[in-house]
């Protein structure tokens, strides 16, 4: 994973930082991967984990229920491509 220093930040900066990840339980280190994160995300983009469990949670699916999926799945391995 990618390292990054940042140089010059100003005192009231890292205080407000230090401040906003102290709110959300987080480090500093943390709060600003997710600052960082959200800045270089596109907008309106929904990641496909996020939409399935949205879908879980709209259905209400209890444990035993949702148990279910993990008995019917197929879990036969998939074969590899063959370009020949």
């Not at 943390?30 to 996020?50: D, F, H, N, Q, T």
Request: aromatic share 4%; hydrophobic share 45%; proline share 5%.
């Amino acid at each position: 994973m990618a390292m990054l220093t940042v140089r010059n930040l100003p005192d009231e900066v890292h205080r407000a930082l230090r401040v906003r990840a102290a709110q959300h339980g987080h480090s500093m280190e943390a709060e600003v991967r997710e600052i960082l994160e959200a800045a270089v995300s596109p907008e309106g983009r929904i990641k496909l984990g996020s939409l399935l469990a949205d879908i879980g949670r709209q259905a209400r699916l209890t444990d035993d229920e949702f148990a279910v999926f993990g008995e019917v799945r197929d879990k036969t391995p998939a074969c590899p491509l063959n370009f020949e």
